[in-house]
T-cell receptor, first 111, second 110 residues
Framework: GESVGLHLPTLSVQEGDNSIINCAYS??????FIWYKQESGKGPQFIID?????DKRQGQRVTVLLNKTVKHLSLQIAATQPGDSAVYFC??????????FGTGTRLTVIP | NAGVTQTPKFQVLKTGQSMTLQCAQDMNHNSMYWYRQDPGMGLRLIYY???????DKGEVPNGYNVSRLNKREFSLRLESAAPSQTSVYFC?????????FGAGTRLSVL
């Protein structure tokens, strides 16, 4: 089956620094990717998505990079704030009615 | 708009008991989903409903049943709860490839 994994299960950054969260995927047929943020006790919340015909997409303080050659996805958060502390999931979709989720990276922002 | 609403938020069951988790969305989405989330694992799809009147199995359907009551509501039923079903359950809806998630139901089966 497909697998979506993360290089680091935890990440701690100083407030104001930039954060980079990585994700590897295995299905080369996946053509749509999403990053979700999950705060404690809440459901996952959509952050940003990217299609496979793009290699970069920017949002407000967030950027997603897609490297299809090595099947790697990253989420960059600029000027990380305490409110960014959460678990971040990547998810891949290959057109079927399902998303495959990674196990998540816990981001902790140190004031 | 409330988005996706799940009830209850918490539940404790004894092995063998049954219960139904309720989910409703007010975004007029066609597709609805039930996921479970366990420590160290990603969200796993239990069942989904691509449109009103249809339901399909996901990755981990055993021990569960679902009902798409109407376009707004999608319920998940545990007929005979087992400790392995202790988890956090999320309902989601969509009209595209991403998902809008509810706040979750924390279920413990003793």
């Amino acid at each position: 089956g497909e697998s979506v994994g993360l290089h680091l299960p935890t990440l701690s950054v100083q407030e104001g620094d930039n954060s980079i969260i990585n994700c590897a995927y295995s299905n080369s047929a996946s053509d749509y990717f999403i990053w979700y943020k999950q705060e404690s006790g809440k459901g996952p919340q959509f952050i940003i998505d990217i299609r496979s015909n793009m290699d970069k997409r920017q949002g407000q303080r967030v950027t997603v990079l897609l490297n299809k050659t090595v099947k790697h996805l990253s989420l960059q958060i600029a000027a990380t704030q305490p409110g960014d502390s959460a678990v971040y999931f990547c998810a891949e979709n290959s057109g079927a009615n399902n998303l495959f989720f990674g196990t998540g990276t816990r981001l902790t922002v140190i004031p | 708009n409330a988005g996706v609403t799940q009830t209850p938020k918490f539940q404790v069951l004894k092995t063998g008991q049954s219960m139904t988790l309720q989910c409703a969305q007010d975004m007029n989405h066609n597709s609805m989903y039930w996921y479970r989330q366990d420590p160290g694992m990603g969200l796993r799809l239990i069942y989904y409903s691509a449109s009103e009147g249809t339901t399909d199995k996901g990755e981990v359907p055993n021990g569960y049943n679902v009902s798409r009551l109407n376009k707004r509501e999608f319920s998940l039923r545990l007929e005979s709860a087992a400790p392995s079903q202790t988890s956090v359950y999320f309902c989601a809806s969509s009209d595209f490839r991403d998902r809008d998630f509810g706040a979750g139901t924390r279920l413990s089966v003793l």
